[in-house]
Every structure is written in C-alpha cells, then in structure tokens.
C-alpha cells in the first residue's frame, strides 16, 4: 500500500470514528439489544426509540399525529377506492350485457347478424 494510499485510509477511518463515536458510546453488549435505547438524532432534533416506542423532548407535539395534508390525501385515496369498485362493477356488468347480446344475435341466425352489423 502506498503512503498516500495509507495517509487516505487513516484519514477515513479517523473521520467514521468522529461521525460514528467511539467504542465507549456503545452499550454494554452483556445487555440484551431490546433493552438498549436508540438515540438518533437528525439536524436539531433527537429521537429516541424506546420500548416499542418514538419519542423526543425536542420536536414539536404535533409529531406523533398526521397533519392536514395526510388527512386529506388519505380521505381521497378511500373516495377513489369506492370509485374504482364501482367502475368495476360497471364493466363486469358491460361485459356481461356485450355476451348476452352476442348469443342472441347468434341464435337469432345469420340474416339478423348480418343486419346489426350495417
């Protein structure tokens, strides 16, 4: 490996560290791993998950419920839902309305078909 190669190598591992923390920001691993808290944190709030739970002391409490705009977009995608039942209905009936009329014209015989036809 080459000096520079080595100089670079040091360099990121020095920079995983300050990023990461050190060994001594880890838990003691004799402790089971569902009972060690997760601290993340992100920008200028912390989040810290904790028997089953999220929660923080520095976001604002309207985090744990949906805003306005989820609101909305969740009533909409139920409209749309309904819409798309029904739209499926209709087809189902279209195409069942198409074959019936189909097997009358063909049991009616073939001078009525070739009249539906013009």
């Given at each position: ?5 080595a100089q670079?190598?040091?360099s ?10 050190s060994?001594q920001?880890y838990?003691d691993p004799?402790?089971?791993?569902n009972k060690?808290?997760?601290?993340v944190?992100?920008?200028?709030y912390q989040?810290?998950?904790?028997d ?13 419920q ?8 969740r009533?909409?995608?139920k409209e ?5 039942e ?10 069942d309305?198409l074959?019936?009329?189909r097997?009358d ?5 073939p001078?009525?078909?070739?009249t539906?036809?013009r």
């Amino acid at each position: 490996v080459s000096t520079r190669s080595a100089q670079r190598l040091r360099s990121s591992h020095q920079s995983l560290n300050s990023s990461f923390g050190s060994h001594q920001d880890y838990p003691d691993p004799s402790i089971p791993l569902n009972k060690v808290p997760i601290n993340v944190k992100l920008g200028d709030y912390q989040l810290i998950y904790e028997d089953g739970c999220w929660h923080s002391d520095t976001l604002p409490s309207q985090m744990g419920q949906p805003n306005k705009e989820v609101t909305t977009l969740r009533g909409r995608i139920k409209e749309l839902t309904e819409e798309n039942e029904l739209l499926k209905v209709k087809v189902e009936t279209l195409l069942d309305m198409l074959a019936l009329t189909r097997l009358d014209l063909e049991a009616a015989g073939p001078g009525v078909q070739a009249t539906a036809r013009r």
